[in-house]
């Protein structure tokens, strides 16, 4: 059997045996035609790595349009028992599973296995399962745990991000410390239907705005960079707020809170009221709310208590028409 002439990962040339075609045209390692030994079929046209016309031979080893060489026949995989690719495949990650799965039928049913699925699932997923609802897979309970629902009596929502498996979470308004929060005059609580809670807090008229909240991180998956935001709406009738830096701050309780700034109504005005601050990036979310990022922290194994505060020290106006959600508690750069 003759050999023919491929291209390596680096397009350079290389012999690769198994044809059983006569001499035709190859590409040597600057891209040019040239004769390549042991086949009978006659020249065939292909297009080379700048778009120009070459001749290509017909082999068993093909090559794809950006030059680099394809090689068909079985997989070292396919000898493997399901199982073990199952095991393989539980080492990586919920998104790198549905990507594999794509690769063959083998992979497709490796990946359906609940030992999969199990691995990706947290430690205490049993408390987290809802009990009235039977699942057929863990898949099936995976993937209903990444759609967000409330615990702890309606104070938290909780979900899995989808890519990762790691926990998210979002304290309820009602969980949050406001100043005059109790106070009609000041706060109203709500209902929304678009709202995840039974009730959201929104500003109706005031001077101090000053809230905050904390949470045990053993809600949280240890060993996780995580960010924190601030989730709200402004209503089209506000005031007190164009242009004005809000203080924000997350940290560990008993350690120093690094302190940033948002703001929920920024103008264009080329001349502010308010001295300029940096800005934390605020967002329109695809549930229709916005959030705005209060910081970040990295999550140890050991549990421990994180705080949050968001407050005006820059002016004492009134001001109104804010209308909060909570505060989201989600891997740093997922959404």
């Not at 938290?156 to 990762?164: I, Q, T």
């Not at 209503?235 to 997350?250: A, E, F, K």
């Not at 990036?281 to 970040?296: L, N």
Request: charged share 25%; net charge negative; glycine share 10%.
């Amino acid at each position: 059997m003759g050999q023919i002439q491929g291209v390596d990962s680096k397009g350079k040339g290389k012999d690769v045996s198994g044809s059983m075609v006569d001499p035709k045209d190859g590409v040597d390692s600057k891209g040019k035609g040239k004769q390549v030994p042991g086949s009978s079929a006659g020249p065939t046209h292909g297009v080379d790595s700048k778009g120009k016309g070459k001749e290509v031979s017909s082999s068993l080893v093909g090559e794809n349009q950006s030059g680099g060489e394809i090689i068909t026949g079985p997989s070292p995989f396919d000898y493997l028992p399901e199982d073990c690719i199952s095991n393989i495949i539980s080492f990586t990650s919920p998104r790198d599973a549905c990507v594999s799965s794509l690769v063959s039928k083998t992979f497709e049913s490796a990946v359906q296995s609940d030992s999969v699925w199990e691995k990706f699932l947290p430690l205490d997923y049993t408390s987290l399962a809802p009990a009235s609802r039977p699942f057929t897979s863990k898949r099936e309970l995976y993937f209903t745990l990444c759609n967000h629902f409330l615990i702890e009596d309606g104070k938290k929502s909780f979900w899995l991000e989808k890519g990762s498996g790691k926990k998210c979470v979002m304290l309820a308004p009602r969980q949050l410390w406001i100043t005059w929060g109790s106070s009609p005059e000041y706060w109203q609580w709500i209902s929304m239907p678009e709202s995840r809670f039974e009730e959201v807090a929104e500003l109706r008229n005031v001077c101090a705005f000053e809230m905050g909240g904390s949470m045990n991180t053993q809600v949280l998956s240890p060993g996780t960079h995580y960010s924190a935001y601030f989730v709200y709406k402004i209503r089209n009738r506000r005031h007190g707020l164009r242009d004005l830096p809000i203080q924000v701050g997350v940290g560990f309780k008993g350690q120093d809170m690094p302190k940033k700034f948002i703001c929920f109504d920024v103008s264009n005005d080329r001349v502010k009221q308010w001295p300029r601050k940096e800005l934390m990036k605020s967002e329109k979310r695809e549930d229709g709310w916005i959030e705005a990022e209060i910081g970040d922290f990295f999550n140890e194994e050991d549990c421990d208590e994180i705080e949050v505060s968001i407050v005006d020290i820059t002016s004492g106006n009134w001001k109104c028409g804010v209308i909060i959600e909570g505060i989201e508690f989600r891997p740093k750069d997922c959404r």
